[in-house]
T-cell receptor, first 113, second 116 residues
Framework: KNQVEQSPQSLIILEGKNCTLQ??????????LRWYKQDTGRGPVSLTI?????NTKSNGRYTATLDADTKQSSLHITASQLSDSASYIC????????????FGQGTTLQVKP | ETGVTQTPRHLVMGMTNKKSLKCEQH?????MYWYKQSAKKPLELMFV???????ENNSVPSRFSPECPNSSHLFLHLHTLQPEDSALYLC???????????????FGSGTRLTVV
């Protein structure tokens, strides 16, 4: 069964600290993996998209890694800011005719001053 | 704004009401989607339209009825909903019909629906 599991479910950190969010998936065959940021009451916004051959990709203070062998990805946030408070969703796309996206349940991050 | 606009942003309706959600995309994309997002659960795909034809209907109850009159507009007609239908309803669009393309999805801001 194609699944995407994220951990932790929620996380609280102090402003300025770093944190790492985890994503494990069982989707096969694999096409690409995306991380989205979703602010409260808003739609998800794409942060990074990685294909099978990419190990790491950065977008400002956000760095995503991908290990296609172990089927794991992480999103590292450096020098967190209050505006980083949001849900972070890992989404995996399989190489199939239906092209379905498999969504994780998200990690809720709260950055406190 | 992301280029995908949803209205209304908030909606409260009774179980006997009929209402419609609207989505409009200004990105020239070929595919549009409806998703349901409930608290603490992953996004659930409801409907997919590619080039104005419905290509997927994920066992959604008939009280939800989609309509795609053209490639830029998507509606979700609601009638006789249940309280458990309360959720954030997200519209998305993509360039290709499957949403797996490298350019990915663009989501709207959603409609927060409360059924009382």
């Amino acid at each position: 069964k194609n699944q995407v599991e994220q951990s932790p479910q929620s996380l609280i950190i102090l402003e300025g600290k770093n944190c790492t969010l985890q994503c494990n998936y069982t989707v096969s065959p694999f096409s690409n993996l995306r991380w989205y940021k979703q602010d409260t009451g808003r739609g998800p916004v794409s942060l990074t998209i990685m294909t099978f051959s990419e190990n790491t990709k950065s977008n400002g203070r956000y760095t995503a890694t991908l290990d296609a062998d172990t089927k794991q990805s992480s999103l590292h946030i450096t020098a967190s800011q209050l505006s980083d408070s949001a849900s972070y969703i890992c989404v995996v796309s399989g190489s199939s005719n239906t092209g379905k996206l498999i969504f994780g349940q998200g990690t809720t991050l709260q950055v406190k001053p | 704004e992301t280029g995908v606009t949803q209205t209304p942003r908030h909606l409260v309706m009774g179980m006997t009401n009929k209402k419609s959600l609207k989505c409009e995309q200004h990105l020239g994309h070929n595919a549009m989607y409806w998703y349901k997002q409930s608290a603490k659960k992953p996004l659930e795909l409801m409907f997919v339209y590619s080039l104005e034809e419905r290509v997927e209907n994920n066992s959604v109850p008939s009280r939800f009825s989609p309509e795609c009159p053209n490639s830029s507009h998507l509606f979700l007609h609601l009638h006789t909903l249940q309280p458990e239908d309360s959720a954030l309803y997200l519209c998305a669009s993509s360039q290709d019909g499957l949403g797996v393309g490298f350019d990915g999805y663009t989501f709207g801001s959603g409609t927060r629906l409360t059924v009382v």
